[in-house]
């Protein structure tokens, strides 16, 4: 992959960007949200608000739409800025670094959830006994689970790939919307590899809003989905198909460097 | 074993049958029932009047509480009795019969009731799925089994002897009632074989008493338990040592013919 230069034309992003945002204009804030925790979960991390208007930009958001929800942002408590002269920068709160460092194992994670599943049975009249442990309730007592209690309480069977779970079960640890999900977004990426081509010339703003926008798409299915092995999954699930594409883009595009950004940006890299 | 002989005195057997009534006179009706199916299953099979009255004498009932169970057993269907000249004989009607032969396999099954266990687990919307098969409830939609239904819409899987099952569970499995049973007749079986001893000289129909009383405790026991292997009972469960004895004293003291029953009384044998 060569980095693109000044005099190409940079109207293909529109359509690379296009592929990810189709299933409805992104929420802004959650955009933001996964802006922060691509770039800035460094503790020292801070974002110019002029790249954050150049990224979001890239993502086909307006400018009004991305101060409202950095108003938010701050209201929330989520993010802080700083003036710098006559601009400001952002970055994380401790809260909001505290929340992004718990998602980001699970979003960036690369391979399946889990290895293994069991099926626990907890004594009916105490269900509470599982509720510690990772998973999806297929009954009002039952749990397919990736870490079962340590309790000779319940009772625990191992859920192998050898024996396909029924249909209800499975509808159970993954709810239909999700699975639409799954199914839109590997549709998605499907036609965006096809506009990527195999030798796609990005700038490195591109690239990372690139990656924001795939990481995005796909924390809204992946926190959805139970921290569980792939073969438990339903028919039509396509989480694993998307996961891999997601993490091949993500090693075709590796993550840039926040400094080398805000270089890139000064410079007047992209246009 | 030798047959004993008249001149011998009969006091002992009362010692002997005390041990299999002490937990309360058995129910007369029940006894009745255990007499026809331990010496009336053949389609043409009739027993006497006074061979009955025998038999349960040396259980310890009174001829007034017989006539009365008789009365009733005819009653319900479960009876008929025909005269012949100033006595009459009894037999099963069709009903009763098929009402014998339905239990006879599980209360004189030597063996464990099965020998595998699964873990079934039905779609809470549908738990009629389960229905069919034996074994007992664990939970609304949950069952131990040893015929799992053939359906794709279930979760199965096998309930080995290496994992004991949570206690609240196999408490689900055999209530605390059944399991007192089965204790209360594992130490009445352990008394009853000392008062044995290792030669006991029993007549023809005292051997067919202690057979009814045998058949007759152990099939309350036995008709309450589910039909599951032997590992998946509660701890404290003595059912497995009750039916190894029962059947180690019904293969000591083997069937006696109704015929040569009927011919001992009359030639006197016992007293």
Partial sequence: MRTKTAHMQ????????RHLTDCGTPRVWSLLVAVFGEL??????????????????QMGVKPEAMRVALHRLRKDGWIESARTG??????LTPWGHAQSMQASPRIYAAGPA???????????ANPAQLEASPGAWVSSNVMI????????????????????LPAWMSARICDADTVRL???FASALHALRATLGSDPQLTSIEIAALRVLLVHSWRRIILKAPVLPDHVFPDGWRGVE?????????DQFPKQAL????TALVSGEPR
Same sequence: chains 1, 2.
Wanted: glycine share 2%; charged share 20%; proline share 6%.
């Fill in 10 to 17: 940079t109207t293909s992003f529109t359509d690379i960007a």
């Fill in 145 to 164: 689970t990736s870490v079962p209690p340590e309790t000779e309480e319940v009772f625990t069977t191992p859920v192998t790939d050898t024996c396909p």
């Fill in 182 to 184: 799954s199914q839109d």
């Fill in 242 to 250: 998307c996961r891999v594409n997601v993490f091949n883009l993500l």
């Fill in 259 to 262: 400094a080398s950004l805000e």
């Fill in 40 to 57: 800035a979960l460094d503790r020292d991390a801070r974002i110019s608000g002029s790249l954050l208007r150049h990224l979001t930009e």
């Fill in 86 to 91: 006559r601009t400001s920068d952002y970055f």
């Fill in 114 to 124: 889990a290895k293994s599943a069991w099926l626990v049975l907890s004594n009916p």
